[in-house]
Structures are given as structure tokens and as C-alpha cells.
């Protein structure tokens, strides 16, 4: 049997900043995989669960309480040379304005294009694929991106986080009339001046948690 | 930090049995939990990924190969009486009438009512419940049902399966319009007489490996 098994929680932490997709990283000082960016995460002792393990993680690197985080898979590494370790994958979605990045140079935390992703440690690149999809796949019956906007929003920013995680255009007309029929957003009664345009009625989530249609 | 997490695999393995939902139990003969049901399972060590190891059980039990698996979450066992464990749940979809229970004494492996469980062991009925959501969520989108039903089956047997997981009736004029609409199911050219009614069609899944719409 040998000995047991190594069991990290790792984190896919997502942002929208300025209508791109982004994931945090951090920087790995040391083996195995020096030099390389990471997803953030930890080794779990069993003192909490695997959830409150997640959480603690998410709010040591982004300050970021009460946000939308759901467990996404557990993959196993199985490289001869290491001992045998389980991933416990989870993924959030953050405000990046209210995201406070620890200043740590051990780890340099730091938004990556999701785009434009180096080859990263481990199979993290393939958590990152796969966290996307489960987002896109979401988003079309629950409110889960309030995570990403701030309390009041324009449907044009709603619109680009929608494009900015699903990676395509969406028809303006068609997006507007879904979002307002599913309930999940509402209007305001205030408007915002963006540039020369008329103000733009300003929506918010009806619900700040979780709600599936 | 202490001894190294216990890793896990179970795997909730589902059947339909006389239209209505069954899963596979094993029966503890030792401590922790003994004398209670439980999901069948084993501690992981390493030399197979976590998908083989729950592949591997399930062929183990049923005899079924090639049948639909799906990773379903993982939990963490946190009894402060016992080492720290990590359980990564599996579920399973097969057809009963291929299945040949393992004869094990120390196991009497055994197929239950899902509706009609007994307090199992560790957090078990809480997995069961999931497993039961995650399937009848899929069933929207997939052809994941192929799982349970043999090559060829009337529109009855394929609506009676539907309504054992989502355990509520489905309007029947509905439910066939449905299912042809998807492309999920074809009809065959051949027909089953069924006590004095006329013969019904049989149809088949037009892949049996998973399709999502």
C-alpha cells in the first residue's frame, strides 16, 4: 500500500477586467515545477473540510468574502517520482475591483488572461479548460455571475462578462430580452453617464446567492 | 499536521428495477459503521487514477463494462475518532438484467429501493440524494439513460426509467415527442408483443456512449 496519499485543495479563482476573462496565479519558488504559475491552493490536513479548505484559500489570496465558490472535480496525480496526490478542484468567481491580491513575493499573485495561458504547473492548465466550460454551461440557468459584477450594473456590462466567459459575441437584443425574462436581474431606479452616450439604466441581481432555473 | 488523509473511492451504482430506481449496497461485517449499508468502495492508493480505481469497482461488483461513470463530488470525513478521509463518490448507470452480483458472504452485495433507504453508513443517503439530482438533471440533456435500459426498448420502458429517477409521472404524448425531437432515440423495425396489446415499436439510443444535446 505504501504510504497515503498526498490531498490538495486547488482553487480556479476567475475575474473579468476589462471584458477578458482572467484567473489568478501564483508563482512557484521552489520544486516541484519551479518557475512555474499555479493555480493557488494547499495541502489538506483534515482539520476542516474540504470546503471550508477552499474557502479559507479563496479569502487568504483575494480578501474576498461571501463570493460564489463550487467544488468542480478531484483529480488524481499518479507520477512515479512523486508520492501519489488527489486534487480537491473548486472555482469562484470574484469582483476584481474588490479583490485585494496579497503582497507576497514568495508568490506573486497575479491575473492571467485566461486566453493567453502559459503551459502551467501540474494539469492546471486542464482544471482551468474545464472551469470555464462549467461557468459557460451555468450561466445559462443561474445568477452565478453576480459574482463577477459589482452590486449595480449596466446590461452592456452584463452582456461583456457573458462574452467574456462563454468567449463569443452575443446578439445585444436576444441577451437583453433572456436576461429581463428570467428574473435573475432587475432594473434600478438610477442611471450612469458613460461618455457621450444617454445614461444607461443601471440593473442589479435580484438575488446575491446562488439560484437556479 | 499528523498522518496523511485516507483516500476513497465509492461509486453509487444505479439500476431500474421494475420501474423503480434501485442502487447497490454492500453490508458492513466489521467497524466503523458495522452492520450498516453502505456504497461500495475501497481505499485508494495510488498506482491507477481515481476514474480507474472506480471504474475498476464497478466492474468488480456488476460485471458491467463499459457502462455510463461519472465522477460525482468529493467529500471529507472530518470524525475527529478516526484518520482524516477523503471520499471522491462516483455514480453508474446499468442495465440489472446484465448485471451478476459478486456472491460474497462478508458483502451481500444487494440492490435497494433509492425511495425506501435505511440509515446508511457515513454521509451514504446525502451521496445517494446527489447522485439521484445530478442523474435527473442530465436526463434533460443527455442520452446518459442509455445506461439502464437494454438495446431495445419501447417508448413505455424508456418513459417508465425516467419517471423511476425523477420520481414523478411525465405526461406520456409529451414525453414521446420529446425524446423523438432530441434525436437521442430512433425507432427499430421490429416490435414486442406485450400481454393483449398491440405490438409496441422498439426503439433504440442512437449512440450508446454519451451524447449531450
Do not use: C
Not at 477552499?54 to 474576498?64: D, I, W
Not at 486534487?87 to 475591483?97: I, N
Not at 501540474?122 to 459557460?136: K, M, P, S, T
Not at 445614461?199 to 438575488?207: D, G, I, Q, V
Amino acid at each position: 500500500m505504501g504510504s497515503q496519499p498526498l490531498v490538495a485543495t486547488i482553487v480556479v479563482i476567475f475575474s473579468t477586467v476589462d471584458g477578458v476573462l482572467q484567473v489568478l496565479l501564483v508563482h512557484r519558488s521552489s520544486q516541484p515545477e519551479q518557475e512555474k504559475w499555479a493555480l493557488p491552493g494547499g495541502r489538506w490536513g483534515g482539520s476542516e473540510s474540504l470546503d471550508e479548505a477552499a474557502s479559507r484559500k479563496l479569502v487568504e489570496e483575494t480578501g474576498a468574502r461571501g463570493v460564489y465558490l463550487e467544488q468542480l472535480f478531484t483529480t488524481s496525480g499518479l507520477d512515479p517520482s512523486r508520492e501519489a496526490t488527489v486534487a480537491v478542484a473548486y472555482f469562484a468567481l470574484v469582483d476584481a475591483a474588490r479583490v485585494r491580491l496579497r503582497r507576497e513575493e514568495a508568490w506573486l499573485p497575479k491575473w492571467h488572461r485566461v486566453d493567453e495561458l502559459p503551459p502551467l504547473a501540474f494539469d492546471n492548465n486542464l482544471v482551468i479548460e474545464q472551469a470555464v466550460a462549467r461557468v459557460g454551461a451555468k450561466l445559462e440557468y443561474t445568477n452565478i455571475a453576480y459574482g463577477l459584477l459589482p452590486e449595480q450594473f449596466t446590461l452592456r456590462e452584463l452582456q461583456t462578462t457573458y462574452e467574456a466567459i462563454l468567449r463569443q459575441p452575443l446578439d445585444r437584443r436576444n441577451f437583453r430580452k433572456r436576461m429581463l425574462s428570467t428574473g435573475l436581474i432587475a432594473p434600478t431606479a438610477e442611471r450612469r453617464h458613460e461618455g457621450a452616450h444617454r445614461p444607461a439604466l443601471l440593473y442589479r441581481f435580484t438575488a446575491r446567492e446562488p439560484v437556479f432555473l
